[in-house]
């Protein structure tokens, strides 16, 4: 997005406020400064000398999911998200980025993984890893290796299944899209150069990822950084991969299914961010029999879970009461379980009911599919 394309969309947000009820921060906390209009006038004052980058200002542009609804419930479908990500981008040339957002940057570059020197969670089958010219590379992403490990081994339970050709990456490594959403641009595609690199080695002929962020990044970003990934590597998110093979016959539901009233949650990315909207609704029908119940907010108006940009990691506290509002949500459509197609949104929906007296079951499109087959 261009200076001038940015300026414009400050100087025309900071007049409006129709879209401050799509914004989900707004919405957890009814501060105006968290608003698309709030961030416009921070954003304008500054420019125009009225104010400077304060260490209250700076937590505000980082307390922001950047889930894009504001830009879809807009008449005009001004990018607001992505001025925030711009002024992540002056923070961090300014060197002010707040300390918790530095220590996610460093531990990125320097680990590969926003999760400091934490081991991962998930080791793959012997025999798996690094093998070359497999047809199927699995990208688990960062929070499945290191939070939710079940994903990976619901994976591993269906490529068994398919007896499919498959491998992993040694050492995985992150995507770059977090240090994309903090404002740390030109790190990010340092990561996307050293991914790249070492795809180039292993030689698959499919990409197969869960990580709605990953496959984001993979599809829409590395060709913009121009990164784009090796010649005849195909990309897919695994509802995308799943939805074939039940399509093509190589799944078939073996047990009936134990879940009833479940509702799908779009994840940003994958949905409002890449357009995905019927795999996943489609995989689940074609596993359970029946669609799923929709949320009063779905597909291009869905809110976000509260992982959005991070802020799971940034800002637990306020990601904590966006997930619930969707947790609520998912009471308020009669549904027992939510099934999403992106590890962060579990990560942040299931870690916002701990404690909770009666929570909501939460389930990736994978372990469905495991439980199933």
């Known amino acids: 997005m261009g200076i001038q394309e940015i300026r414009q969309t400050t100087e025309s947000c900071k ?5 401050r009820h799509a914004c989900p921060t707004f919405l957890a906390t009814k501060l105006d400064s968290h608003t698309p209009r ?7 004052e500054i420019d125009h000398g009225y104010q400077s980058w304060t260490p209250a200002i700076i937590d505000r542009f980082y307390q922001c999911s950047r889930c894009g609804l504001c830009r879809e419930d807009c008449a005009y479908h001004w990018a607001e998200d992505e001025v925030v990500r711009n002024a992540r981008e002056e923070i961090v040339a300014g060197a002010l ?9 460093d531990s990125i570059t320097s680990h590969h993984h926003p999760y400091g020197e934490a081991p991962d969670s998930w080791t793959p089958p012997p025999g798996v890893p690094g093998r070359k010219k497999a047809e199927i590379l699995y990208f688990a992403g960062c929070a499945t290796r290191q939070s939710h490990p079940e994903i990976a081994r619901a994976v591993e339970k269906i490529m068994s299944v ?12 992150c995507c770059g899209m977090p240090l994309f959403d903090l404002g740390y641009t030109d790190e990010a595609r340092a990561e996307s150069r050293r991914l790249i690199d070492r795809l180039k ?10 990580c709605a962020h990953c496959y984001r990044a993979f599809t829409e970003l590395y060709p913009a950084w121009g990164t784009p990934l090796p ?10 991969y799943l939805l074939r093979q039940f399509q093509q016959g190589g799944l078939k539901v073996a047990r009936p299914a134990a879940l009833a009233g479940v509702s799908y949650h779009d994840p940003c990315q994958l949905g409002r961010n890449a357009g995905e909207y019927d795999a996943p609704r489609n995989l689940i029908t074609l596993a359970l029999g029946v669609p799923p119940r929709e949320l009063f907010h779905s597909k291009e108006k869905a809110e976000c879970c509260g992982a959005g940009s991070s802020m799971f990691l940034t800002d637990p506290d306020i990601a904590r009461k966006v997930a619930l509002m969707r947790i609520r949500a998912v009471h308020d459509a009669g549904s027992a379980a939510v099934i999403t197609a992106c590890q962060n949104c579990k990560h942040a929906l299931v870690d916002a009911q701990r404690g909770e007296a009666s929570g909501v ?3 990736d499109l994978a372990e469905l599919v495991a439980m199933l087959v």
């Not at 007049?15 to 879209?19: E, N, P």
């Not at 709030?38 to 304008?44: Q, V």
């Not at 010649?231 to 995308?240: A, D, N, T």
């Open 38 to 44: 709030g961030y416009a006038l921070l954003l304008s």
């Open 15 to 19: 007049h409006c406020f129709m879209c």
């Open 162 to 173: 398919l007896g499919a050709d498959w491998t992993t990456m040694p050492k995985e490594g």
């Open 201 to 210: 080695e292993l030689k698959a002929r499919f990409l197969i990822t869960g």
């Open 97 to 105: 980025a707040p300390g918790r957002v530095k220590s996610i940057a």
């Open 231 to 240: 010649e005849g590597l195909q990309v897919m998110h695994i509802s995308q």
């Open 361 to 363: 079951q939460v389930f």
